[in-house]
């Protein structure tokens, strides 16, 4: 199975930060790499897919890059809205795997 | 719109065999594949297995021999078994359509169901 190594675990960061988020895979997966968001009591919203494209509905504020097997999401300027669990996942090979989260705090 | 919704007991006993339903509408199940991601309390998320557009299915090493997924396309139905339930198995249970186009991703979820596994 393909191992997502997300990093970091937590952090925690002030209004209008600018935030980067990071998932290394262990196999090649192209661009097969989204981003999920998970508020608490809610289901994960798809963020970013294709390692780069912006999902319908997500604000610009967010953003995919990819340099070689590092995968990062970042937003530009943190709101108090943004406050959640992300998780990165990687789905170009079966079994599909997820990144073991970043939980976003507010400082 | 495309919506799925989640559905079964909250409250299994170890040992016995978990059942849930996730009812799909807005999307075709002869054309969409719909997978089940499970998520323990504040844990990470875990893919379970899916079952393809052409009713064929895949399922996590890991618990493949306790899982069976299938379907009622007429009733828009995906349906997951799971036996010998421990409560390890205690967890947010979710179903998801996976995306049709490259590069594919799971872009619908339900709201989830919550299962405890407790005597």
């Known amino acids: 199975d393909i191992q997502m190594t997300q990093s970091p675990s937590s952090m925690s960061a002030s209004l209008g930060d600018r935030v980067t988020i990071t998932c290394r895979a262990s196999?090649?997966?192209?661009?097969?790499l989204s981003w999920f968001q998970q508020k608490p009591g809610k289901s994960p919203r798809r963020m970013i897919y294709?390692?780069?494209n912006l999902a319908a509905g997500v604000p610009s504020r967010f953003s995919g890059s990819r340099s070689g097997s590092d995968y990062s999401l970042t937003i530009s300027s943190l709101e108090s809205e943004d406050m959640a669990i992300y998780y990165c996942?990687?789905?170009?090979?079966?079994?599909?795997?997820f990144g073991g989260g970043t939980k976003l705090e507010l400082k | 719109q495309v919506q799925l919704k989640e559905s079964g007991p909250g409250l299994v006993q170890p040992s016995q065999t978990l059942s849930l339903t996730c009812t799909v509408s807005?999307?075709?199940?002869?054309?969409?594949?719909v997978s089940w991601i499970r998520q323990p309390p504040g844990k990470g998320l875990e893919w379970m297995g899916v079952?393809?557009?052409?009713?064929?299915?895949d399922y996590n090493s890991a618990i493949k021999s306790r899982l069976s997924i299938s379907r009622d396309t007429s009733k828009s139905q995906v349906f997951l078994k799971m036996n010998s339930l421990q409560t390890e198995d205690t967890a947010m249970y979710f179903c998801?359509?996976?995306?049709?186009?490259?590069?594919?991703?799971?872009?619908?979820w339900g709201q989830g169901v919550m299962v405890t596994v407790s005597s």
């Open positions: 294709g390692a780069t």
């Open positions: 807005g999307l075709s199940l002869t054309s969409n594949s």
């Open positions: 079952i393809w557009s052409n009713g064929g299915t």
């Open positions: 196999q090649d997966i192209g661009n097969y």
């Open positions: 996942l990687q789905s170009i090979q079966y079994p599909p795997t």
């Open positions: 998801a359509r996976f995306g049709n186009y490259p590069p594919t991703t799971f872009d619908y």
